[in-house]
């Protein structure tokens, strides 16, 4: 959902009865994968995003995406989770510890933090995070 927001303030205060999950989601994100948040608008939404990482399809197109997002949508909470491991996204790979949540490749959609689990969440944070950190590490070749 795009937001009318041009700082991260004013993002959690557009969420409404949302803004506490957030932000608590926020500081669980931060907090396990020592990323900070900028405001991305992407695609038709507004999200935090937290790490980066630049993409190159076979076709030429290229750009840079969010390794985390995190969006409020109208009927829900989106967590994506855009890293890869063994060929899959790891929200689609853990998807079944996660609590109650509905999962797509990369997203997850959830009412409120307490359908999470959140021990579950951490671990594909940190995961994440060190896909990231991997993606942007220059290789050395002799």
């Not at 907090?31 to 995003?49: E, W």
Request: charged share 25%; proline share 3%; glycine share 8%.
């Amino acid at each position: 959902m795009k937001v009318d927001a041009h700082t991260i303030d004013e993002f959690f205060a557009a969420a409404g009865a949302r803004e506490g999950d957030l932000r608590a989601l926020d500081t669980l994100i931060r907090d396990t994968s020592g990323l900070a948040p900028k405001l991305f608008d992407g695609m038709k939404v507004t999200m935090l995003a937290y790490g980066m990482y630049h993409y190159k399809y076979a076709s030429g197109r290229e750009g840079d995406w969010p390794v985390i997002g995190l969006a409020n949508q109208k009927h829900y909470i989106s967590l994506y989770i855009c890293a890869i491991k063994d060929g899959h996204y790891l929200p689609e790979r853990y998807g079944d510890k996660l609590g109650r949540v509905d999962n797509g490749k990369s997203c997850i959609r959830f009412k409120s933090v307490a359908d999470l689990n959140l021990d579950e969440v951490k671990k594909i944070i940190r995961e994440a995070a060190e896909w990231q950190q991997a993606q942007n590490t220059p290789t050395v070749t002799n």
